[in-house]
Structures are given as C-alpha cells and as structure tokens.
C-alpha cells in the first residue's frame, strides 16, 4: 500500500506540473505521455481530485469566469475503449468533430459585441486576454449576419485556437509545435504575434433568450452564418462508421494545414446539463496516438519455421512511437481472410504498447480497387514439394521426414534445453552430413564425431586435441537432465512452448505418461487453452511419442516430473530491467529449477516482480504497483533460493 500511495502522489505531482507547462504555452510532454499519466492515476485513484481540475493559467492577465465550464472530456485511446463507451450510448447518429490540437478560447458577447475573450483556465475561471485576441484571424469584435443585420446575442462562443502549418514553418520554427507557440503567442503581455494566430470554433450558449439553434450541427450552421471559422462536422450512423472515419482522418490528416489529436462523438441532442460538468460523459474525444498509423501493403512474406508457413505483410514505412516499422505478421490465413488485407490495402498498423506491431483494420477501398491485388497462398513446401495444408488457423507442410521440419526441431531442442556451446552452424553442418536426423542424435555426439568439425585433417592426423570439440561433448552430456515442459516444448510442436506446458503441469498434467494418456477434451479443459491449441498438442504428442518413450526409458533424458518442489514452489517470478549478478535466461532457469515459474509479463496473480530498479517509472513497475505485486532486487531474488 505504501508503494501504491508513493505512486498516486508521484503522478499527481506529475499531472500538475504538466497542466502548467501545457497552459502556459511551454509543453514538456506529448498529449499521448500526458494521457499515459493521467490514465494511470484514475485506475489507481478515480476519485482522486487532480482528475477533476483543469489546469491553471498565469498570473499576467486579469480573471474572469466563463459562460460555459470548459472541463475535460472523456477518452478513448483505440476503438475497443471507443466501442465499450458507444455500447452504453446508443445514439441514432453520432455527430464527429475534429479534435483541434490548439488552446482553447472562449468568446463572451453582450447583445453582439464582444466584451471579453478568456482562456481555459481552470476550467471556470481563466485569464482575459481581449486585447490580444482582437487580433486573432476569425474573432468577431461584433456579430452580423452573412447579409449585413446584427445579431442580438449575449452568451459565449468558443473555440480552439490554432497555428497552422505554414505559419509555424515560416516564423516560429523555434517552437516546438503548433500548439505550444499559439499558447505563448496568446497569452503575451504586448499581445505581439497574435495576429499569426486563428481561431476555429465549435460550440456555442446564449445567457439571454432562447438559443440560436435547435441541435449540435444547428450550433455550426449559426456560428458560420455570423462568420465564424467552423470546426469540419461529419455525420455517422453507427459507431463502425465512426472508427472507419478515424482511420480516414489518420490516413489525410498530414495534409491539414493544422494539427489534430483526435476526434470528438457527440449525439445531435443538445445536452447543456451534461456539458456543464467537469467531465461529459455523453461526448467523448476519440483520440489518435503515436503507436498507430496508417500505410499500404507492397507485399505478403511467408517466413517458414519448421512445418508452418506464417504470412507477414512488408507495407510503407511508418513510424510508430518513435520506431520505423514496415513489416507485421497476418498470423495465419484465417487473419488475412478476416481482415481483408490484399496487396495495395490501405491498413491501420498498431503498436500500443506491444513491442511488435500488428495490423489492426484495413480502410476499405470505394468501389473495386484496381490498384488491389488478392493474396496467393503458398502451395508447396519449399524443402520437400509436399503440398501444404490449409487449416485456416495454420499453414503448414504435413510430411514428417521433411528435412527443414527436422533441421527446425533440432535447433529448437537446443535453444530450449539451453546447450549454448552448440551453434547452429555447428548444427546445420552435422545435420547436412547426416549425423543429426533426431534429438536422440544429439545426445550420441561425442568428441571424436565433433572433432573433425574443429581441426583440419592436417591436425587430425597430428592426433591434436580439439578444446572445441571437448567443450561441446561436455556441454551437450551436462543437459540430460531436463523438466517435463523443457522436454516437451523442445519437439517443437506448433504454439507449445515452455509457458503453455506449465499451465498444463498446474493443471494435474504433470507426468509424460499423464500427457500421452490425455485427450483434446481433457487438455481443452485446462485454463488457456483452447480447441485448436489442443488438438495440434494431442497431434503432436501421439507423433513423437515413439522418441520421447525412448529417451525417457533409455536414460539418456532424465525427466524432471511430478510434483513440483524447492524453494521457489508455486512462485511465479517475472523480470525486468538488467541483472548484475546473472544474464536473466540463467535467472529464469534458476526459477524453474527450484520449482517456480516465469512470466514474460506482470499479471494478476504473479508473486514478485524482480528488478534493481525499484523505483523506476516502466510500465511493469506501475502494472505491479496497481495490482499490488511486491517488487524485490536481484539481491532479495537470490536470498528466496537460498544463494545471498
């Protein structure tokens, strides 16, 4: 609890000094990093009262409250949260606004003229900055209609305001962005430099009679008859159709000649009520983020791994949170039927958070795009000419003795049972000489088989010694002790690893013999698992139940089964960061070992999280701290088995 309250104040602290750099023009962070905080700290603490308050402006300028409240509004960050918000708003039509990446700016009116022009502030009071917004392009000092009348209106009208493109580019390329000049430019004590600024408006509130509009998109409809810049309206007719818009929107939104973060759904209904409070819940801003963008597909790459053909789609090069990327798996088949990818798509590749990107949607072309070009599956295995298998969920060569499914089984063993001296050079070349066609043949290499891999036959007839070749035969004889998920992820069967097999052992399939007598119902069964997965294991099994029988009984292997014991026993461990003492594949086995297990990820459940930064800000120490998992050091890691 003390971590967790250390974190919540740790953000808040955060929070506010962001909010004041952001509004007084000098923005230290992305909108992305500041949503990231402020995200973390209403899944720690929603009612914690930082969540609640807008911001605070600067002391130059005299205060004024506003005639609307100009809170926060409410976010998705990708279309899963934009669709769990539209299950519970329904409208008939969603009206969708660009989101102006500017500073906002409320316009106040006594019978058409403007008295006053105040910032956001903190949401209800903010600084009044009149003189210099009179030289705004796009505010009105009185408001006439489009045919020269008056307008008799008291109330206020806001906006954003912006600095586009080119006047960024040409005069203020110092800055920056876009949005922070405009916010230092606005809130001049001389007002110098306002008059490159643009105001763009969005809403509107009459104080005195009745409104000039009867819904949101009437709001527009007047504010441009009084010769208003008007934020661009698109009318949706379910929330499928708003997603599709966004991706739209990301796709052309360079070509703007302003910046935008996102879009804003509301329903045609005027709601004052809920727009009154310090977050709206009937709008939302949809927002756009640094790890999605979107590119075209140039070409599909089938990458082959032992039996099983996997497609990756080669598109434009983007970039994404900071990194280029032009490539992403389509998984299977299945993915690129679901998905709809062709050759020239136009795609909305994801990151998220997720170290290796994914193609989330494809943008639908109008009509029958020539410029697409469908897909074609490989039908032949590359090594053996079998023809492939199409199971929709898997691509795949279904010939046994195929030698890239074997050369693929053996280099697998080693990596998993962790026989480092053993390259795969090494390997290929035995298994080219035919000296390798199994993992039992791994364990018949001895010295005088591996030497000639080492020494020249001039120095094999010298009778030298090969210190490689030793080393190697050692290394090879000191891992025939092995676990039962070691043992069984290293036959290479498609989708079984390590972790998959540890879920089965917790869950009573914790001997060979338990496994083999296993059917796809009782594994399916197992929490993780499902009908696919277990199918291909129950497969797997039964094809290399003949080898794994041999090495268990011959003693080559000595399985480690059953229950688990030792220090670490139904401890999971996960780490982070660098170890001082050990590389963290050696910490993970010690873990294994002592008879814990090792996620790759902090999850509920988990038991220590292991990292001699304890105090650093990633994203698994605040996972840890949300869901209270303890984070130890490496020196309190090893002092748990016994070894400090």
Same mark, same amino acid.
């Given at each position: 609890?003390?971590?967790?309250?250390?974190?919540?104040?740790?953000?808040?602290?955060?929070?506010?000094?962001?909010?004041?750099?952001?509004?007084?023009?000098?923005?230290?962070?992305?909108?992305?990093?500041?949503?990231?905080?402020?995200?973390?700290?209403?899944?720690?603490?929603?009612?914690? #009262?930082?969540?609640?308050?807008?911001?605070?402006?600067?002391?130059?300028?005299?205060?004024?409250?506003?005639?609307?409240?100009?809170?926060?509004?409410?976010?998705?960050?990708? /279309?899963?949260?934009?669709?769990?918000?539209?299950?519970?708003?329904?409208?008939?039509?969603?009206?969708?606004?660009?989101?102006?990446?500017?500073? =906002?700016?409320?316009?106040?009116?006594?019978? %058409?003229?403007?008295?006053?022009?105040?910032?956001?502030?903190? !949401?209800?009071?903010?600084?009044?900055?009149?003189?210099?917004?009179?030289?705004?392009?796009?505010?009105?000092?009185?408001?006439? &209609?489009?045919?020269?009348?008056?307008?008799?209106?008291?109330?206020? @009208?806001?906006?954003?305001?912006?600095?586009?493109?080119?006047?960024?580019?040409?005069?203020?390329?110092?800055?920056?962005?876009?949005?922070?000049?405009?916010?230092?430019?606005?809130?001049?004590?001389?007002?110098? !430099?306002?008059?490159?600024?643009?105001?763009?408006?969005?809403?509107?509130?009459?104080?005195?009679?009745?409104? /000039?509009?009867?819904?949101?998109?009437?709001?527009?409809?007047?504010?441009?008859?009084?010769?208003?810049?008007?934020? /661009?309206?698109?009318?949706?007719?379910?929330?499928?159709?708003?997603?599709?818009?966004?991706?739209?929107?990301? #796709?052309?939104?360079?070509?703007?000649?302003?910046?935008?973060?996102?879009?804003?759904?509301?329903?045609?209904?005027?709601?004052? #009520?809920?727009?009154?409070?310090?977050?709206?819940?009937?709008?939302?801003?949809?927002?756009?983020?640094?790890?999605?963008?979107?590119?075209?597909?140039?070409?599909?790459?089938?990458?082959?791994?032992?039996?099983?053909?996997?497609?990756?789609?080669?598109?434009?090069?983007?970039?994404?949170?900071?990194?280029?990327?032009?490539?992403?798996?389509?998984?299977?088949?299945?993915? @690129?039927?679901?998905?709809?990818?062709?050759?020239?798509?136009?795609?909305?590749?994801?990151?998220?958070?997720?170290?290796? /990107?994914?193609?989330?949607?494809?943008?639908?072309?109008?009509?029958? $795009?020539?410029?697409?070009?469908?897909?074609? &599956?490989?039908?032949?295995?590359?090594?053996?000419?079998?023809?492939?298998?199409?199971?929709?969920?898997?691509?795949?060569?279904?010939?046994?003795?195929?030698?890239?499914?074997?050369?693929?089984?053996?280099?697998?063993?080693?990596?998993?049972?962790?026989?480092?001296?053993?390259?795969?050079?090494?390997?290929?070349?035995?298994?080219?000489?035919? &000296?390798?066609?199994?993992?039992?043949? @791994?364990?018949?290499?001895?010295?005088?088989?591996?030497?000639?891999?080492?020494?020249?036959?001039?120095?094999?007839? $010298?009778?030298?010694?090969?210190?490689?070749?030793?080393?190697?035969?050692?290394?090879?004889?000191?891992?025939?002790?092995?676990?039962?998920?070691?043992?069984?992820?290293?036959?290479?069967? #498609?989708?079984?690893?390590?972790?998959?097999?540890?879920?089965?052992?917790?869950?009573?399939?914790?001997?060979?013999?338990?496994?083999?007598?296993?059917?796809?119902?009782?594994?399916?069964?197992?929490?993780?698992?499902?009908?696919?997965?277990?199918?291909?294991?129950?497969?797997?099994?039964?094809?290399?139940? =003949?080898?794994?029988?041999?090495?268990?009984?011959? !003693?080559?292997?000595?399985?480690?089964?059953?229950?688990?014991?030792?220090?670490?026993?139904?401890?999971?461990?996960?780490?982070?960061?660098?170890?001082?003492?050990?590389?963290?594949?050696?910490?993970?086995?010690?873990?294994?070992?002592?008879? %814990?297990?090792?996620?790759?990820?902090?999850?509920?459940?988990?038991?220590?999280?292991?990292?001699? $930064?304890?105090?650093?800000?990633?994203?698994?120490?605040?996972?840890?701290?949300?869901?209270?998992?303890?984070?130890?050091?490496?020196?309190?890691? &090893?002092?748990?088995?016994?070894?400090?």
């Amino acid at each position: 609890m003390d971590s967790l309250e250390k974190r919540i104040e740790e953000l808040s602290a955060l929070i506010q000094r962001y909010q004041k750099s952001y509004y007084n023009g000098e923005g230290e962070i992305s909108d992305a990093e500041f949503d990231a905080l402020w995200d973390e700290l209403k899944g720690l603490d929603p009612e914690n #009262e930082i969540l609640h308050k807008v911001g605070a402006d600067s002391i130059n300028f005299a205060k004024a409250k506003h005639v609307m409240p100009m809170g926060s509004q409410e976010k998705a960050a990708n /279309p899963e949260e934009f669709l769990a918000w539209a299950s519970k708003h329904a409208y008939p039509e969603y009206l969708v606004e660009l989101k102006l990446d500017g500073a =906002s700016l409320e316009l106040q009116y006594e019978k %058409g003229r403007l008295v006053r022009a105040v910032t956001r502030g903190d !949401g209800s009071l903010g600084d009044v900055i009149t003189a210099n917004a009179l030289k705004m392009q796009g505010v009105r000092p009185e408001l006439f &209609l489009e045919d020269g009348s008056p307008v008799d209106f008291t109330g206020g @009208i806001r906006g954003e305001v912006i600095m586009t493109h080119q006047v960024h580019d040409s005069l203020f390329a110092d800055k920056a962005n876009c949005r922070n000049a405009a916010n230092g430019l606005m809130k001049r004590k001389d007002g110098a !430099g306002s008059e490159h600024l643009t105001l763009i408006t969005y809403d509107v509130w009459a104080t005195e009679g009745n409104q /000039p509009y009867d819904d949101e998109e009437g709001k527009l409809v007047w504010l441009k008859k009084c010769g208003f810049n008007i934020v /661009p309206l698109k009318i949706c007719r379910g929330a499928e159709e708003v997603i599709a818009f966004r991706a739209h929107i990301m #796709e052309v939104r360079k070509s703007f000649d302003y910046d935008i973060d996102g879009l804003v759904i509301k329903e045609r209904r005027v709601d004052h #009520e809920d727009a009154s409070r310090d977050r709206p819940d009937r709008q939302i801003a949809f927002k756009f983020s640094l790890e999605e963008a979107v590119t075209t597909v140039r070409k599909v790459e089938w990458n082959e791994a032992g039996a099983t053909y996997t497609p990756v789609a080669v598109f434009d090069p983007v970039d994404l949170n900071g990194t280029t990327v032009q490539r992403a798996s389509l998984v299977n088949p299945n993915t @690129i039927e679901a998905l709809g990818v062709k050759i020239g798509s136009r795609v909305v590749v994801v990151k998220r958070g997720e170290i290796i /990107p994914k193609i989330e949607s494809v943008i639908q072309a109008a009509g029958n $795009d020539a410029s697409e070009v469908p897909l074609k &599956l490989p039908e032949k295995c590359s090594a053996c000419a079998s023809t492939l298998i199409n199971e929709g969920t898997r691509l795949y060569c279904p010939n046994k003795s195929c030698s890239k499914r074997i050369l693929h089984r053996l280099l697998k063993w080693v990596s998993v049972v962790d026989i480092r001296d053993l390259g795969e050079t090494l390997i290929r070349s035995l298994f080219k000489d035919g &000296l390798l066609k199994s993992v039992t043949d @791994i364990y018949s290499l001895t010295e005088d088989k591996l030497t000639p891999y080492f020494l020249n036959s001039e120095s094999i007839k $010298d009778e030298k010694v090969s210190k490689g070749a030793k080393k190697v035969a050692l290394s090879i004889q000191n891992h025939r002790k092995v676990s039962l998920a070691k043992f069984i992820a290293g036959f290479d069967i #498609e989708g079984i690893g390590e972790t998959v097999v540890e879920k089965l052992i917790d869950g009573g399939f914790n001997t060979l013999e338990k496994l083999f007598a296993s059917s796809s119902e009782q594994i399916e069964a197992v929490y993780g698992f499902a009908e696919v997965m277990a199918k291909t294991l129950v497969e797997g099994l039964a094809e290399n139940k =003949s080898e794994m029988e041999n090495l268990v009984k011959s !003693g080559i292997i000595d399985l480690q089964e059953g229950e688990k014991t030792g220090n670490l026993a139904n401890l999971s461990f996960c780490f982070t960061g660098e170890l001082t003492s050990m590389k963290r594949a050696d910490a993970q086995n010690l873990v294994k070992e002592a008879g %814990g297990s090792v996620k790759s990820s902090v999850v509920k459940g988990l038991s220590y999280l292991v990292t001699n $930064d304890t105090t650093s800000g990633s994203s698994k120490n605040k996972k840890a701290a949300t869901l209270g998992i303890p984070v130890i050091t490496e020196k309190e890691f &090893l002092a748990l088995l016994g070894r400090s």
